[in-house]
Each structure stands twice: as structure tokens, then as C-alpha cells.
């Protein structure tokens, strides 16, 4: 999944999420089109969902024992081993953040979207119910 292709794809979905409360035909059958950027929103969402998933277990499959701390148990410096190990998985955490960073964005991002669709919807049943 590309980030970038991605986030033109919710932009282009951004700009289609309108709303023109002209009369009721016009107005169900953006409700329609609403719902569809919906669908497709949440489809993004499942994908970035799995790219998340995907990090994670690839950051849990690392193993955080180095051939040194390894050698330094061996040897008796278990202290030293341990804080070498414990500067490892920090780092490997660090790198998983770093990560899934750009997707935690794409999907608070793609969040926001589904609201707007949800209010735009909103409103467009309150036309409907007072027209």
C-alpha cells in the first residue's frame, strides 16, 4: 500500500463528500453517493488496518537477543546482557512507532471522513423530513 497514492485517493473522496439541499430526488440520491464514499472509505480503512497489523507482527518476529548479550550470559554478565537487550527492544519499538505512524494519520484522517459523511447525511434527512 502505498501512503501517498492512498492519500490522493482520500483527497479525491474528501472533494466528493458534498451536499446541495435543492430538492428531495436530488438529495436521496446524494444520500447515495454519500453512503458509497462510505463504503469505499471504510474499505481504505480495513487495508491500512492490515498494513498496521502487518508492522506490528513484523516488529514482534524480531528477536530482540543479540549475539552479544548472548555471549555476555554465557560469560556471567547477565546485568549487561539484560541492559542490552532492554536498549534493543526499545529501539525496536521505537522503529514500529515510527512505522505505523503515517497509517495511524491515514486512519484518524479517514475517521474524520466518515463523520463529515455522517453529518452531511444528517442533514439531508432534516431537509427531507421538513420538506
Excluded: H, W
Excluded at 430538492?23 to 474499505?43: C, E, R
Excluded at 455522517?118 to 427531507?128: G, M, P, S
Amino acid at each position: 500500500m502505498d501512503i501517498t497514492d492512498t492519500q490522493l485517493t482520500l483527497n479525491q473522496l474528501q472533494n466528493q463528500l458534498t451536499l446541495t439541499l435543492d430538492n428531495p430526488s436530488s438529495v436521496k440520491l446524494q444520500i447515495k453517493q454519500i453512503n458509497l464514499i462510505q463504503k469505499q472509505l471504510k474499505a481504505i480503512k480495513k487495508e491500512v488496518n492490515l498494513e498496521i497489523k502487518q508492522i506490528n507482527q513484523t516488529a514482534s518476529q524480531s528477536t530482540p537477543d543479540s549475539l552479544i548479550s548472548v555471549g555476555l550470559d554465557i560469560f556471567g554478565k547477565r546485568r549487561l546482557a539484560g541492559q542490552i537487550r532492554q536498549t534493543t527492544r526499545r529501539a525496536i519499538q521505537a522503529e514500529k512507532i515510527n512505522l505505523r505512524q503515517p497509517y495511524l494519520n491515514l486512519k484518524d484522517y479517514i475517521d474524520m471522513l466518515i463523520l463529515e459523511g455522517d453529518k452531511l447525511k444528517l442533514k439531508a434527512e432534516q431537509f427531507l423530513t421538513n420538506y
